[in-house]
């Protein structure tokens, strides 16, 4: 399983740090906009849920009030990213990317200690993840928009304290 989460972080990072083929507003941007919002997105709404299921189902304290926290603030991260995407005519999906989606799958069924160890472990391979991808969007040549570019780094300091 180890292996598997490896492989997942290792082929994450690498499709957030490749230059983008699409075409946007720059094509010398790693990606565009609706990646980064795509993938933003999807990153939240999978750490909401997953605090949300560790609120409910964490058998630590530490667990529970760590879900509450990611649900507090990927929420707020939500609500801005879905203001900014509204205004510049981005599309935010209702539905998680597959990864999130499996991450978040391998998680429901579980329960107890099981489920607290499986929740801190996703929960650390996310972070880093959402991190990356925001610092990523955040550089000169990350996305083509200005103001997206400069709510991420903002949004990625929310996350390095998490």
């Known amino acids: 399983m180890k292996k598997l989460a490896i492989l997942c972080a290792i082929a994450f990072s690498s499709v957030c740090l490749l230059p983008s083929c699409s075409d946007d507003e720059d094509d010398d941007v790693m990606m565009t906009n609706q990646e ?9 709404s999978f750490e909401v849920m997953s605090g949300g299921l560790a609120t409910q189902k964490g058998m630590n304290p530490l667990v529970t009030a760590f879900g509450a926290h990611m649900v507090a603030d990927h929420t707020t991260a939500s609500q801005e990213l879905a ?3 509204q205004k510049k005519g981005w599309t935010i999906s209702p539905n998680l990317l597959k990864p999130h989606q499996d991450n978040y799958n391998m998680l429901t069924p ?8 499986k929740f801190a472990e996703l929960m650390v391979l996310s ?3 959402a991190v990356s991808l925001f610092r990523s ?17 903002v949004s990625s300091l929310n996350l390095n304290n998490i």
């Open 36 to 44: 980064f919002v795509t993938k933003a997105s999807s990153s939240n």
């Open 83 to 85: 203001t900014l995407s």
């Open 110 to 117: 579980l329960t107890g200690a099981a489920f607290d160890k």
């Open 127 to 129: 972070h880093e993840e």
């Open 137 to 153: 969007a955040s550089a000169s040549n990350g996305v083509p928009d200005a103001d997206l570019r400069s709510w991420a780094p």
